[in-house]
């Protein structure tokens, strides 16, 4: 059964940083595409940001800039390093993998963006 630790989530003020971490027990890692989604109260799931195997990255709109995937397959595991967060950020965080042998979701981390 693949089971993934996701850590990092947590309080900060306007304009701070949060790093995300999600390892997990996938084997070969590497050839998964992975992703972060984000769900606010009250709101649907949203995609944040995603690495393809070949390490193409690709971010929504209201993140771009602000936000950095990165994976290091080594150690199974992928971050999401977050700056200058705003209160809309505020959310529980999913890491997600993907390929044809299956699609796999995190537990999820809480991150709360306030003064």
């Known amino acids: 059964q693949v089971q993934f630790v996701e850590s990092g989530g947590g309080l900060v003020q306007p304009g701070g940083s949060l790093r995300l971490s999600c390892r997990s027990s996938i084997r070969f890692f590497s050839l998964y595409d992975v992703g972060w989604y984000r769900q606010a109260p009250g709101k649907q799931r949203e995609w944040v940001a995603s690495?393809?195997?070949?390490?193409?990255?690709t971010y929504a709109d209201s993140v771009k800039g602000r936000f950095t995937i990165s994976r290091d397959n080594a150690k199974n595991t992928m971050y999401l390093q977050m700056n200058n967060l705003k209160p809309e950020d505020t959310a529980v965080y999913y890491c997600n993998a993907d390929n044809y042998r299956g699609n796999y979701w995190g537990q999820g981390t809480q991150v709360t963006v306030s003064s």
């Open positions: 690495i393809t195997r070949s390490i193409s990255t």
